[in-house]
């Protein structure tokens, strides 16, 4: 595939049509760092695609719960993450080319009650739209939904396989059977790919991935600012970074983007809106419009400091000491940082422990759970997950929606569930508490 | 007559429970619950524990399931909960959850935190069957014979594990020659009853079960064959216990004549080497590589030769794939026997999304009676061009 035969079908074609629209409408504003470098590193993320297809160089493709500083670090293998074409086109609003993705996977049977994320993805390869690779990488987090991604991937690319397997424990052992198939991965992905490990290669990718972590981490402080001196909306980013350009230099650049963004508007003491109720956002983002948490801030002072995609919890960096030592970190990077992997698998206890957490360093008043319904893990605990927060006395909304189809739950349908829940039991409760 | 003796199957898994394992309670012996095939009977049988598949029989209400683990969870799995959250598995001494999928991995968490069941372990079973990962599966087997051992105060050593592949062996091999009694031009049993004598095996000690799959099997060498004309068929997919929902389909003209379920075929397994030096190392090796579930990642290929293996073994005309709704790994296998069966022109599917404890009615048994309809006339199409063989 060419990238004139890329360029020759209209979703990519409209990716590529949008994406300097967007740049030219952010860029109009000086300090919105954050999304014009969002915008830029997946301009030159894609341009690279292109590029690389055009030299015939392998691909190879993974599902979201994996992390491509390995496949980086072949030197000329260029990753693809299967969810890209759907995710991007949610994210810059061109929302048919989602639901098309959606209709086409359930129309070749993926029963509807599927998860939108991997319809998107499945739906995509159905159309023939990525490059084909030379081999796969599926894993088995965040959730069941990547077992059926994967699995499916699997099928119809047609070529060699590898899973990766995280158990259900966070423990150490955990980390160290992780890091194992990580070892196994790399002759998997040469044999496949026809490249060697180079591992300072993969040391400067590591180290690549390090200053992106670091970055996010202290960009999340800046996040802790009250009142919050940024747009609620770029928080979730978190797991796009991760996801699409961990370990490139693309990523690098836009977490630092999005640092500089959060310092200079708090440095500035940019009051960016009137801020009356802070909540952590656990679950899914609203990546069908993300302009509703525009929404929020403006019509209900509503803030979303923090949520459950945005977080990079604090486990350490990547020792870039010794093969060895990369391979460990890149296994607890992939099992105990990545959002959603962290949270989502093994019991519930790491669940309600990591949102106490959020809800006590961001100083959040209030829980809005956005239960993407296809999350059968998430509403699996949520009895549990409602006594917590009933014990520790955190005002909690649960709704239903999709993260990626809008025709499950329509927008007004969410804008009311969190109106209603601002302005009538969170806000009056600051009131009462003089905390307002 | 085995209709008698088939009675006494239905009657063992009507409910939560049955008298068998009264009986055994009542001589003081401890009773283990698990969830997944993945759970090796043996280990728990070697603890003095009778393994007891947990099941949402008797269930007509799923509201306590439903407050923790929300609508939008595998309805087996809000039952059985719910029967846990009501008390009625207040007999089990223990229970042995896995990580076998969301649903199940989430109702782990409930049976630890809600219930009062003295004694929880838990399988993480590696999610695909890879060499490289088989010893991560034998350790945690280990870590499970640690803990009955610690909680039941026995030593599970190689001579115990002995004694019970042995027992279940024994359940195997009368399980399994009920099943070629299936396979035959005309089978001796339906696939309803099928589903009833396994799902038995599973609910009561292996002893009362080999006695009693012995009487049966002697009484269908006497039963007129069923049949299989309309149809023969071949039943595949996630979670099904309820021989009435068979028997529906069923009711339709054709007859299940093999199945891959995970409480049906799938359950038995080939048997286990018992004079191995290491017997545990043996019935690892058995169940993490046995015909795995969807769940195991990078298997789809295997299982799809499997699947076509049975359907020629069956001389089955069909396959009737069903799932329970909100199942993620059985939603990419119907996905994946799609493709395939439209690339090799293999054979025609009936897919069924189904509600646990819901018998079909109109809608599903008008599908099923269509499905049939159209086998019936590809066959008969088939014979007109093969000048009327079948």
Known sequence: M??????????????????????????????????????????????????????????????????????YALGGVHPVTIELLGALHSILGNQR??????????????????????KIAIGAIHKGLYPAPACTVGINTPCDAQVLSTQVMQELAGVPFFAVDVPYYHNEETVRHVAGQLRELIPFLEQHTGRRM???????????????TEAIW?????????????????????????????????????????????????????????????????????????????????????????????????????????????LYGLARKLV????????????????????????????????????????????????????????????????????????????????????????????????????A | MPEAILREVRALIRGQTNRHVDSWKAAGRPVVG????????????????????????????????????????????????????????????????????????????VFVKKTAIPFHGFLSVPRTPRESLYGYYLGELKKLVDGLDRHFGVKIGADRLRDAIRMFNGVRARLHTINRM??????????????????????????????????????????AGLDSARGRLVLVGAELDEPEYVE??????????????????????????????DPLDAIGRAYFFMASCARMIGDFPRRWEQLKAMVRAARADGVVFERIIFCDPWGAELHNILQRVKKENAFPVLSLTREYNVVPTGQVKTRVQAFVEKIEIARAQRQAACGGER
């Open chain 2, 248 to 277: 529906a389909l069923e009711s339709q003209g054709a007859l299940v004549v093999a199945d891959q379920l995970c409480f049906g075929a799938r359950s038995a397994l080939d048997p286990i080497d018992a004079e191995t030096a």
């Open chain 2, 34 to 109: 698990y969830f997944c095939s993945y759970v090796p009977r043996e280990i728990l049988l070697a603890a003095g524990a009778l393994p007891f598949r947990l099941r949402g029989a008797g269930s007509e209400d799923s509201s306590r399931g439903d407050a923790y683990l929300s609508g939008r969870v595998c309805t087996y799995v809000r039952h059985v909960m719910s029967l846990a959250l009501e008390g009625a598995y207040d007999f089990l001494d223990g229970e042995v959850s896995t990580n076998t999928c969301d649903h199940v991995r989430r109702s782990a968490d």
């Open chain 2, 182 to 223: 299936r396979l035959e031009d005309k089978p001796r049993l339906s696939g309803a009853e099928a589903l009833a004598v396994h799902i038995a095996s599973q609910v009561v000690p292996p002893t009362v079960f080999t006695e009693l799959a012995d009487r049966l099997i002697e009484a269908l060498q006497g039963r």
């Open chain 1, 198 to 212: 180079d591992y300072d290669r993969l040391r400067e990718v590591c180290e690549i991935s390090n200053g992106t």
């Open chain 1, 2 to 71: 060419t990238s004139k035969e890329i360029l020759a079908t209209r979703e990519w074609r409209e990716i590529f049509e949008t994406l300097p629209v967007l740049q030219k409408f952010f860029g109009g504003d000086p300090a919105a760092h954050g999304l014009n470098g969002l915008l830029e590193g997946c301009t030159s993320y894609l341009e690279k695609l292109l590029a690389h297809a055009d030299e015939g160089k392998p691909f190879v493709w993974y599902n979201l719960g994996f992390n491509s500083e390995l496949i």
């Open chain 1, 97 to 118: 080319n989602t639901l098309d993705f959606i209709d086409g996977a359930q129309a070749v049977g993926i029963p509807a009650d599927c998860c939108s994320a991997d």
């Open chain 1, 336 to 435: 105990n940082c990545h959002p959603m992997a962290r949270q989502f698998r093994g019991d519930m206890d790491m669940y309600i422990r990591d949102f106490m957490h959020l809800l006590e360093a961001w100083k959040a008043d209030c829980c809005i759970f956005a239960g993407h319904i296809a999350c059968k893990h998430a509403w699996g605990g949520i009895g549990l997950f409602k006594e917590a927060c009933r014990r520790a006395e955190v005002p909690l909304l649960v709704f239903e929606f999709d993260m990626f189809d809008p025709r499950v739950t329509p927008y007004e349908d969410v804008y009311f569930e969190v109106e209603r829940f601002v302005n009538e039991i969170v806000y009056p409760r600051k009131l009462r508490e003089g905390k």
């Open chain 1, 218 to 326: 202290e960009w999340l402080e800046w996040r802790k600012q009250v009142p919050l001196t940024q747009s609620s909306k770029l928080v979730a980013f978190t797991l796009l970074l991760q996801i699409l350009f961990t370990g490139s230099p693309e990523g690098l650049k836009i977490a630092r983007a999005l640092l500089r963004e959060a310092r200079e508007r708090t440095e500035r003491k940019e009051k960016f809106f009137e801020e009356r109720v802070r909540a952590v956002w656990y679950q899914d983002a609203v990546w069908t419009d993300l302009q509703i948490y525009d929404w929020f801030e403006r019509e209900l002072g509503l803030t979303v400091p923090v949520d459950i995609f945005g977080y990079y919890a604090n486990e350490g960096l990547i020792d870039t000491a010794t093969p060895e030592t990369m």
